[in-house]
């Protein structure tokens, strides 16, 4: 019995070791499968942002009347390898272009570059008879820049006089130029060095791009733990149903009502608050918050133990809705706005053609439930989670829709014409500008009428037959849902592009009404663009004991 036992116990360790080294095997292969076949080229390219977690996929009445003024043409000379990075994998150029270091231990890389020349002449010198002298001095200048580099890997660390040791270097190099040699076996050296220094570049490119995705794309350890301690402390200590009390304020057509789709506290709160903080009548101030059920009572804890000045807040799960919308099932898996990189040549006067990238973003399909979710309402503003309101919006609520549904922010920056090759054929005008989520006023009376839900429902499931990304689905139903039907909004409203563009003025930040974090570097990440996180910042409390805890600080 205990040899069997024994015996038993032996074959348990060898499968759980055999089950261990099979997770090792599976972490390494993951990571490299990402690097080699991830990233894709084209032209002109759409590609989705998926949303990372509980992030996004990377959300006074005097606004002034003249359009923002911005300035995203001051990132200096762009080069080819810039121009090539950039369509290949979007932001990480920008934000590797604006990180870029000067070039350290310049000596060292000389010598190296001398270096490999010396080693792809010495074959076909030493083969030389008559050139026994240069073959020696070749060999020797060789052996004493291997001596160097094998104790010194930077320019501090160089021994002295390397100076005239890099000149005996040249001097040898430029002699056997001077040799008539078969070039071919030069060449062919020169080639494999050149392939080898490329494949090494495009590995760290390529390793660098996963480094900056994962980072832009995982959620940070202090959101996480604020999530997690708000949903401790509602467990433990729920709070009283307030809402109930605040039902029909919450389906009083007569306020100012706000849909915000977010699983971020942190982000959402900040949406609410400096919209609060720039209203002048917050007591007219409706949010209601539409959250997944992993973030539903983190988010509960948070909006009820935070005052809003006199604004109300309601949260919602979704997934509790589904009861109530069994028809429409296919549209209550929860999702915040997708949003797209497109990359494309600009057309400009220079001479080099310049690579541009934008990011737009649409509605996802559980903005299609509002006119259901919402049913005692006319209209509704959609604010996305990675905007920061800086004026007072209730200008917008006396907006003339002249029978359209979407009030939203045209970003002629992209026109339909250029996403082409990702929405196929259709019969949408190709000169129209891209339509933007971030900001929009929504018309839920006119969108009843015209049974936009049914309309999105039939197109996607049109779309669906012959396509296999439902991004490219959501894209092009979106657009042909909507198509006619809207309303642009004035300039002043919003400035994007402040989660991936560099270039924008300060004034024009300083201006905007709204600011919209459109892109990768979203401002409650490290890798945020630290010139407009101070926007953002600015409605958030830092000494909040919530977030002193887990150590939050953008």
Request: hydrophobic fraction near 40%.
């Amino acid at each position: 019995m205990k040899g069997g036992g024994a015996g038993g116990g032996k074959r348990r360790w060898r499968g759980l070791v055999i089950a261990v080294l099979c997770l090792v095997i599976l972490s390494m292969l993951v990571p490299l499968g990402f690097l080699f076949g991830r990233f894709h080229t084209a032209s002109t390219a759409a590609f989705p942002v998926s949303p990372p977690g509980v992030l996004r996929p990377v959300s006074s009445s005097n606004v002034s009347s003249h359009p923002i003024e911005t300035d995203r043409s001051n990132r200096g000379p762009i080069s080819n390898s810039d121009r090539l990075c950039e369509l290949r994998f979007g932001s990480y150029c920008l934000w590797r272009r604006e990180h870029r270091e000067a070039i350290k231990d310049k000596m060292v890389k000389k010598l190296k570059d001398r270096l490999f020349v010396a080693r792809a002449y010495f074959p076909s010198i030493a083969k030389l008879p008559d050139q026994e002298k240069l073959s020696r001095e070749l060999r020797l200048n060789i052996l004493e820049f291997e001596r160097i580099f094998s104790i010194s890997s930077r320019d501090v660390d160089l021994p002295p006089q390397i100076e005239q040791k890099l000149q005996r270097m040249e001097a040898a190099i430029a002699k056997s130029q001077s040799v008539k040699l078969d070039c071919n076996n030069v060449v062919k050296k020169l080639a494999q060095i050149l392939d080898l220094t490329e494949d090494e570049a495009n590995f760290h490119a390529k390793q660098s791009a996963f480094l900056y995705q994962l980072a832009v794309h995982t959620m940070p350890k202090s959101l996480h733990c604020l999530s997690m301690r708000l949903t401790v402390e509602y467990s433990t200590s729920p709070p009283p149903d307030m809402e109930s009390s605040l039902a029909n304020k919450f389906s009083d057509p007569s306020l100012h009502h706000f849909a915000i789709f977010s699983n971020n506290v942190l982000a959402s709160s900040v949406v609410i608050n400096s919209t609060v903080m720039n209203s002048k009548e917050s007591q007219n101030l409706v949010f209601h918050v539409l959250t997944d059920e992993e973030n539903y009572f983190a988010m509960k804890f948070w909006f009820f133990t935070h005052d809003y000045k006199s604004a109300a807040v309601q949260v919602l799960n979704v997934g509790q809705l589904g009861m109530d919308f069994q028809d429409k099932a296919a549209l209550l898996s929860f999702s915040l706005s997708e949003e797209f990189r497109v990359t494309f040549h600009s057309s400009n006067k220079q001479s080099e053609p310049a690579m541009r990238t934008e990011y737009i973003s649409i509605f996802s399909s559980l903005h299609y439930l509002l006119p259901e979710i919402f049913q005692n309402l006319g209209k509704i503003m959609v604010l996305d989670d990675d905007i920061v309101v800086q004026q007072d919006l209730s200008a917008l609520w006396n907006l003339d829709m002249e029978g359209k549904v979407n009030g939203a922010q045209q970003f002629c920056s992209v026109r339909l014409g250029q996403l082409q090759g990702y929405l196929g054929e259709n019969s949408l005008d190709k000169n129209s500008c891209v339509w933007m989520s971030g900001l929009n006023v929504i018309d839920l009376k006119r969108w009843r009428e015209l049974q936009l839900t049914e309309t999105y429902l039939r197109l996607a499931q049109e779309l669906n037959m012959g396509e296999t990304s439902a991004e490219a689905v959501s894209l092009r139903a979106s657009f042909l849902t909507f198509q006619d039907l809207i309303k642009p909004l004035d300039e002043s409203w919003v400035l994007s592009g402040l989660g991936h563009d560099f270039g924008v003025k300060r004034r024009a930040v300083n201006n905007a009404a709204v600011l919209h974090y459109n892109g990768n570097m979203k401002p409650w990440l490290e890798m945020g663009i630290p010139k407009y996180k101070r926007s953002w910042k600015r409605f958030l409390n830092i000494n909040d004991q919530m977030l002193s805890n887990c150590n939050v600080s953008p």
